[in-house]
């Protein structure tokens, strides 16, 4: 099984800065692209920004030049640095990682962390 374990969300004021952290473990043999979508109230969920294995990113276009996605492969971690936050970017925010799993049980699939609440008062 895998496991993703989200950190670093919170209440911060319009403008300011949240770091968000997501780690993966279990039983992995491979990390392909890892994400972070979000979900605000009465909305769907859409993508924030992602990377792939190789360092290529892509960004929705409300968040382009104000949030940075890195990762880690060694730690297997996954990054959302978000700067220059508004109202609009309140909402629960999810880590997704494509993984292939360790044998026995090789399988490719997708994952989602539990959520962490971002929350950016005016």
């Known amino acids: 099984q895998v496991q993703l374990v989200e950190s670093g969300g919170g209440l911060v004021q319009a403008g300011g800065s949240l770091r968000l952290s997501c780690a993966a473990s279990g039983s992995i043999f491979s990390i392909n692209t890892m994400g972070w979508y979000r979900q605000a109230p009465g909305k769907q969920r859409e993508l924030v920004g992602r990377?792939?294995?190789?360092?290529?990113?892509n960004y929705a276009e409300s968040v382009k030049g104000r949030f940075t996605i890195s990762r880690d492969n060694a730690k297997k971690t996954v990054d959302l640095q978000m700067n220059s936050l508004n109202p609009e970017d309140t909402a629960v925010y999810y880590c997704n990682v494509g993984v292939v799993t360790s044998p026995p049980n090789v399988r490719a699939g997708n994952f989602w962390g539990q959520g962490t609440q971002v929350t950016v008062s005016s």
């Open positions: 990377i792939t294995s190789g360092g290529d990113t």
